[in-house]
């Protein structure tokens, strides 16, 4: 079976340097291995994603020289097949939910700092305080019954003690291979920690899914078979691996790659004159010249 490859960005601004060496890599990937790939549009967010930001990544990844398969898989079209993986992973008795606002959360957590320090994730959010895994069972129904909006949220202890007893008593541990390299140069078999992130959210308040729960769930359903994305998700593996054993998919390997920076040396976040795509081509660059720019041949 030839490799899968994918590309999957989400549609809430314009493509810029580090979403062209991401998809070029992707693409070149693909081309060289006999290789299949995809373009995904991740656009659960209904209030940050916009139609016209979808049709530029077209446009601009046509400019790079890429093409891919069609139709393309838009996420929002799929919201079905990511309310029955987190109705398996309820049936598993994994999910609760969490009725608080981000207010709240952020005051619940403040509260925690006042007396102790309180955990961070990979990503440097604060862990969320699990209070709503504790609510007494009749003050739940009572809020359900009530119509009140609530997220989904992952029991994590419990998901990783359940994986625990079925993979870790087979294999030792959750892992998985990474071609690239991690943040401190984590390589090969990678051990996944998702207790790092606390109980993720699997469903959002306004949309049935999230980040982590689509990814999976898609990345499985078109067959996609290496994954090769910025480092910034590195740490993210860990919950995509737990996700994964959870729901009994294939594990892709996976490749992340170094992060394309602005002069000052950050992470690049929206497209500016020295980086996105379209003003650069607007003052006159080609593809080659981004090509070029990320560092590739
Ligand atoms: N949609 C994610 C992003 O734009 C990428 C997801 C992934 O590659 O796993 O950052």
Known sequence: MP????FAPSPNGYLHLGHAYSALLNFDS?????????LRIEDIDATRCRPEFETAIYEDLAWLGISWETPVRRQSGHLADYRQAIETLAGLGLVYPSFESRAE???LVAERRAQAAWPCDPDGAPLYPGVAKRLPQVERARLLETGAP???R???????????????????????IEHG????????????????WGDVVLARKETPTSYHLSVVVDDALQGVTEVVRGQDLFWSTSVHRLLQALLGLPPPVYRHHRLILDAAGRKLSKSTAATGLREL???????????????LP
């Not at 693909?30 to 995809?38: E, Q």
């Not at 401190?184 to 051990?191: D, L, Q, Y």
Request: net charge positive; charged share 25%; hydrophobic share 40%.
């Open 181 to 196: 390299q991690g943040p401190e140069g984590e390589t090969g078999v990678v051990a996944a920690g998702a207790e790092a």
């Open 150 to 152: 609530y997220a989904r």
């Open 30 to 38: 693909a081309r060289r291995s006999g290789g299949r790939f995809l």
């Open 154 to 176: 992952l029991d994590m202890e419990a998901a990783c003690a359940k994986t625990n007893a079925k993979t870790y008593a087979k294999t030792g541990a959750l892992t998985w």
């Open 281 to 295: 081509r607007g003052q006159g660059a080609t593809s080659a010249d981004i090509r070029r720019l990320v560092g």
């Open 3 to 6: 490799p899968v490859f994918r």
């Open 105 to 107: 959360i952020a005051r």
